[in-house]
């Protein structure tokens, strides 16, 4: 397991992961299974795919919807509100192996036209079908900063055997990694969305609304 920071023996780690499942036991928290804590490649391989099923559900979804308004060409795709890019590398495993979070969620992903009938009927921008690379930047340094803030709560936990520091750093990253998807989320809604009783933008977005934290 990655402290986040050195990297530490793999007997210090099984010892400090012993440690924290039984403090985690104790607090009457769930440590095993894809829900838990402390969750193996096998749980979170299990979440992905539940993740991604979901994520086709939705998409689908979608389509039903705005089908018989926008007729057979109607083309919605998944829009990953943090970049695809940011699943990957360092600030990847932050995300998936110590957060436990998915690109497919129901929190990171919007639904975009695919093609310029669906959005002119829609009301709603085109899939870039790419990043912004100033913005996925932005998000990147935010990912790593709260890596760092959770590297920090690691090794105070190890000294102390206080496992909710780690909780706390945990929480605090999930949470501003939200909120960022939150704040993309209602710019992509207001793009093109004309003045005065038709608010048709927003449409692509009838599963950001009202989310509360899932994971996935």
């Not at 402390?38 to 099923?53: C, I, N, P, Q, W």
């Not at 795709?77 to 932050?94: D, K, M, N, R, V």
């Not at 002119?120 to 890596?147: M, N, Q, W, Y």
């Amino acid at each position: 397991m990655d402290s986040f920071g050195k990297r530490n023996p793999p007997a210090a780690n099984n010892a400090f992961r012993e440690k924290a499942i039984t403090l985690a036991h104790r607090m009457g928290l769930k440590t095993g299974g894809p829900d838990g804590l402390f969750t193996s490649k096998g749980d979170y391989k299990e979440l992905v795919a539940r993740a991604h099923a979901d994520l086709k559900r939705r998409t689908k979804e979608v389509h039903d919807i705005l089908a018989p308004m926008v007729g057979p060409d109607c083309q919605m795709i998944p829009f990953f509100l943090i970049p695809e890019s940011c699943w990957a590398g360092e600030t990847g495993q932050y995300l998936e192996e110590f957060l436990r979070l998915t690109p497919y969620g129901a929190w990171n992903t919007a639904f975009l036209p695919g093609n310029a009938w669906t959005a002119a009927i829609v009301g709603t921008t085109l899939h870039p079908r790419a990043e912004a690379e100033d913005f996925t930047a932005t998000i990147k340094k935010l990912i790593l900063d709260s890596k760092s803030e959770t590297g920090i709560a690691t090794e105070k936990a190890r000294k102390t055997g206080d496992l909710k520091l780690v909780t706390a750093a945990r929480n605090r990253s999930i949470a501003l990694i939200l909120t960022a998807a939150k704040k993309v989320a209602s710019h992509l809604a207001e793009i093109g969305k004309p003045d005065g009783p038709d608010h048709r933008a927003g449409l692509s977005f009838l599963s950001l609304k009202c989310i509360d934290f899932q994971r996935g």
